[in-house]
């Protein structure tokens, strides 16, 4: 049940775009995208209800397909502050809530 | 408002023993969920309290188990530690019926010996 995300890792150079996937195998209601930086906790970006929206704010916005039970996040222009583990957490129809694989991102000069 | 707080912040034990952690939410907040998060697995849910009321429960052996108070402070116990509970153990907080903005508190690194 544990949704997957890819790629694993991926390393970018400032200003550069990236995409992160999450994948999940059960049916939806939410998506929801954390960020955390080596030894803190995880922080908030944004939550997507099912209805196929798009959500962003500054550079970074994610879409969510409910059909095909994906999403994913935009990083348009990243800065090194970008750099961290992004998490996707699905919430399905049967109120259970998971933590995605993961997705290392390292942002260089 | 005052963050999600998680006490100790650091623990060291033996196997065999028992450890108890303490997360207490944001003011307001009626949910607390439990993750452990360790290199090789991730973050992993545990369970989740909602109103003194376990509303959801991850793949944990029965050695894990919590509770939540009037307060809406939950507590987290793990009886009889095993080598592999070694992890940081992360609560996070969150204020409505269904699980939206979670917000966590620093957790709790755990050490078995």
């Known amino acids: 049940q544990q949704p997957v995300q890819s790629p694993q890792a991926m390393i970018l150079r400032e200003g550069e775009d990236a995409v992160i996937n999450c994948s999940s195998s059960?049916?939806?209601?939410?998506v929801h995208w954390y960020r955390q930086k080596h030894g803190e906790a995880p922080v908030f970006l944004m939550i997507l209800l099912k209805g196929g929206e798009q959500k962003g704010h500054d550079k970074i916005s994610a879409s969510f397909n409910e059909k095909k039970q994906q999403s994913s996040l935009y990083l348009t222009a990243s800065q090194l502050s970008y750099s961290g583990t992004y998490f996707c957490g699905t919430e399905d129809t049967g109120n259970q809530f998971y933590f995605g694989t993961g997705t290392s991102l390292t942002v260089i000069p | 408002k005052a963050g999600v707080t998680q006490t100790p912040r650091y623990l060291i034990k033996t196997r065999g023993q028992q450890v108890t952690l303490s997360c207490s939410p944001i003011?307001?907040?009626?949910?607390v969920s439990w993750y452990q998060q360790t290199p090789g697995q991730g973050l992993q849910f545990l369970f989740e309290y909602f109103s003194e009321t376990q509303r959801n429960k991850g793949n944990f052996p029965g050695r894990f188990s919590g509770r939540q108070f009037s307060n809406s402070r939950s507590e987290m116990n793990v009886s009889t530690l095993e080598l592999g509970d070694s992890a940081l153990y992360l609560c996070?907080?969150?204020?409505?019926?269904?699980?939206?903005?979670?917000?966590f508190g620093p957790g709790t690194r755990l050490l078995v010996l």
């Open positions: 059960k049916a939806l209601y939410s």
């Open positions: 003011s307001g907040h009626r949910s």
């Open positions: 996070a907080s969150s204020s409505g019926q269904t699980y939206g903005t979670q917000y």
